[in-house]
């Protein structure tokens, strides 16, 4: 199956290499969310959720050029730009300071999770091992698609001037 991520690079050494450094991120604090989702400890694999998003999310942004820090140097011009990308993306990450409220969302959005691996986590063994890879999948989507939405913007962005 094509990576459609690394397709919408079209070959550009930058960007591949900024999905290959994120995807690497993203990883490893999946793996966290899934040790987190498989402990019998209501509402911790939330909170673990929101606490590693909320700083996945500015490290794969600044993997791209975009975190808030970096766009805040830009020239005024250049941020117009970059902000108007990001709007017709429809990123509501790129850039933007996260509250642990926004993380906690975004974790609600991963769907089943919140009901499927909240009730399957007390059945023992196979329970707590559907809960670490529902925990897994769902912060491994959210990065992926934010990893998504950033070669999308970047894409989008005119060259910089030299």
Not at 130 to 154: D, F, K, P, T
């Amino acid at each position: 199956m094509p990576d459609k991520t690394l397709a919408l690079t079209h070959g550009q050494a930058d960007l591949q290499r900024a999905v290959l450094n994120s995807r690497r991120l993203l990883k490893k604090r999946a793996l966290w969310a899934a040790a987190a989702a498989a402990l019998p400890v209501p509402g911790l694999d939330f909170a673990v959720d929101a606490a590693l998003l909320s700083r996945l999310i500015p490290q794969i942004s600044h993997e791209f050029g975009l975190s808030g820090v970096q766009l805040d140097r830009l020239s005024p011009d250049r941020r117009e730009q970059v902000q108007k990308a990001v709007a017709v993306v429809g990123s509501l990450l790129i850039g933007r300071f996260l509250s642990a409220e926004l993380m906690l969302t975004l974790a609600a959005k991963a769907g089943l999770r919140l009901t499927a691996g909240q009730a399957a986590r007390y059945v023992p063994i196979a329970g707590q091992a559907l809960s670490a890879a529902m925990g897994y999948a769902a912060v491994r989507a959210l990065g992926e698609q934010h990893i998504r939405e950033c070669v999308l913007v970047r894409q989008a962005l005119p060259p910089a001037p030299e």
